[in-house]
């Protein structure tokens, strides 16, 4: 089994809040992977930024611009 930068219990609050009763370990688990794959693609984006600015530091605005595709 793969080890996640995400916790587990964070998943099933995130479910929670958005208004599930309940929520399945199943579920919780694969929002953890989307979520994983959707950030490393953000960070990978950001950092392409940062460099091609001339920077070695990824400021916020590089995650903002690199998230504006999933983000309405």
Do not use: P, Q, W
């Amino acid at each position: 089994m793969k080890s996640s930068e995400l916790g587990l219990s964070a998943m099933y609050r995130i479910l929670k809040k958005a208004g599930a009763d309940r929520v399945s370990d199943e579920s919780a688990d694969e929002l953890r992977r989307v979520l994983e794959e959707i950030a490393t693609t953000i960070a990978k984006s950001a950092v392409d930024m940062s460099n091609h600015a001339g920077r070695k530091t990824i400021r916020g605005e590089d995650v903002k611009l690199a998230s504006k595709t999933f983000i309405k």
